[in-house]
């Protein structure tokens, strides 16, 4: 991966995307706004699973009204993601926050596959009325993973951790920084 993210800091793209005077501050505040709308709906939906709010009304009608804006964001989300990726491979690939929040969107989508394969498949049964214990278990991990992918997502712009500052042995570990270019 070293390799793979060196190779694409040297690209004409990706520095042309940094070093933009407009386009990587565009690209971030649409991030922004499809972190909003992606998670913005998906703890909507989660509080009704957890019975916190909008009880009166069915999972199936909000995830039908919802999902659609939910899918949206999850597009823009990805694009905007991966363009900011582009943009900063070596320093984005090599911050433990970004390490972190990978880990935590894996869980998030494991959580999402197994909400809609296995918790959602008898939804008919308890659409309306008290959420079973594995919808409510779904949606406290989707709560939890969201956040702190945000939070940690946050973190990634700060360089605390950075390899070309004074790290222990141990954050120097986890980032790779001996793979870091002296250069970047």
Same mark, same amino acid.
């Given at each position: ?63 039908? *009204? ?31 926050? +970004? ?17 809609? +394969?296995?918790?959602? *498949? ?63």
């Amino acid at each position: 991966m070293n390799g793979f993210v060196n190779w694409l800091a040297g690209t004409q793209w990706s520095i042309a995307l940094h070093e933009s005077l407009y386009m990587y501050s565009i690209t971030e505040s649409a991030h922004v706004m499809a972190i909003m709308l992606f998670v913005g709906t998906i703890m909507m939906v989660d509080l009704r699973l957890l019975g916190v709010s909008y009880r009166k009304t069915p999972v199936s009608e909000m995830t039908n *009204r919802i999902l659609p804006w939910t899918v949206g964001g999850f597009i823009v989300l990805c694009i905007t993601g991966v363009m900011l990726f582009y943009a900063i491979p070596i320093r984005t690939w090599h911050s433990i926050w +970004f390490r972190i929040k990978c880990v935590l969107l894996v869980v998030g989508m494991i959580n999402i596959t197994w909400f809609t +394969f296995k918790v959602e *498949r008898d939804k008919a049964k308890w659409d309306l009325g008290p959420t079973p214990r594995n919808a409510r278990i779904s949606a406290g991990v989707s709560l939890f993973v969201w956040t702190f992918v945000i939070v940690f997502g946050r973190l990634i712009a700060y360089n605390w951790t950075d390899c070309d500052q004074n790290q222990s042995p141990f954050i120097q570990q986890i980032e790779d920084c001996k793979a870091v270019p002296a250069d970047t």
